[in-house]
């Protein structure tokens, strides 16, 4: 389990996905808060954006936690 923030393109590492955003739309879709915080930086032109940074809350990392556990003992059982 990733215990840091992670910002989009880590995200899309970590997730083995090219769409972060996607991840944590269905996250998001399963009962997560999965807050995203938007940093200030500067693009490859030189013009200010913001960059999301995703992270989990505590509730969140617990009900992960039981979603783990849980898949543990399906697997278990199998």
Known sequence: MVLRKLTREELDRVAGASNGPDVV?????KGLAVPCNLLPRIDRDGRPCEVGEYSLTPADRRAI??????QMLVEAGS
Do not use: A
């Open 25 to 29: 739309r269905q996250l998001r879709g």
């Open 65 to 70: 936690v039981g979603w783990l556990k849980r």
